[in-house]
């Protein structure tokens, strides 16, 4: 079946770096994202990659996907208290009906 | 440009009676789904439109729920008669294109409260 895993917080300082981890289970997913939720507001895409890729950059954030083991990380440089939400890792296949497969969501706080 | 709206933002209502959460997408949107959270799980699909055609609506609990989208713009998500564990937030997404890598664009979400 279709599942993805996170953990539901994370705490860090200002100035250091996060990483927010997630699996999943679908092998077959072609693309995995990263959405971001602040407070009050609805979810934004932040990133995504595809899955013949390893690593994507784009200014503070890096993706790193590991394919054999289904783990994607994001990882976020010089961690400002504005990047305080909840993120969303999320599969989606390339058939059928092109559902998201959305897991639990981490809470990042961060503290000044 | 408008993004998608939700409506109510918040709703609170006995077990046994009648909710409908509205949704208006993106104008030019085709693709529409309905989502839904319940607090600290994952958010879990519940059904896609394309256009007024429901294109998977494998993610619907049960027949309490019904989900319309007539003339392929607003869509209407009607829970009845609603039960404890309908409670949660229900989002609405809209995209211009069904496949990837497709950028859904959420609302802030309905918050339903079933007492």
């Known amino acids: 079946g279709e599942d993805v895993e996170q953990s539901l917080f994370l705490s860090v300082r200002e100035g250091d770096s996060s990483v927010i981890n997630c699996t999943y289970t679908?092998?077959?997913?072609?693309?995995l994202y990263w959405y971001k939720q602040e407070p009050g507001a609805g979810l934004q895409l932040l990133t995504y990659?595809?899955?013949?890729?390893d690593m994507k950059q784009d200014q503070r954030l890096t993706v790193l996907l590991n394919k054999k083991d289904k783990h994607l990380s994001l990882r976020i440089a010089d961690t400002q208290t504005g990047d305080s939400a909840i993120y969303f890792c999320?599969?989606?296949?390339?058939?059928?009906?092109?559902?998201?497969?959305f897991g639990t969501g981490t809470r990042l706080k961060v503290l000044a | 440009e408008a993004g998608v709206t939700q409506f109510p933002s918040h709703s609170v209502i006995e077990k046994g009676q009648t909710v409908t959460l509205r949704c208006d997408p993106i104008?030019?949107?085709?693709?529409l789904y309905w989502y839904r959270r319940v607090m600290g799980k994952e958010i879990k699909f519940l059904l896609h439109?394309?256009?007024?055609?429901?294109?998977?609506e494998s993610g619907m609990p049960n027949n309490r729920f019904l989900a319309e989208r007539t003339g392929g713009t607003y869509s209407t998500l009607k829970v009845q008669p609603a039960e404890l564990e309908d409670s949660g937030v229900y989002f609405c997404?809209?995209?211009?294109?069904?496949?990837?890598?497709?950028?859904?664009?959420f609302g802030e979400g309905s918050r339903l409260t079933v007492l």
């Open positions: 997404a809209s995209s211009f294109l069904a496949g990837p890598p497709g950028e859904l664009f």
């Open positions: 679908d092998s077959s997913s072609t693309y």
């Open positions: 990659i595809f899955s013949n890729m």
């Open positions: 999320a599969e989606r296949g390339d058939s059928g009906t092109y559902k998201y497969i």
């Open positions: 104008s030019g949107h085709d693709n």
């Open positions: 439109f394309v256009k007024e055609s429901k294109q998977d």
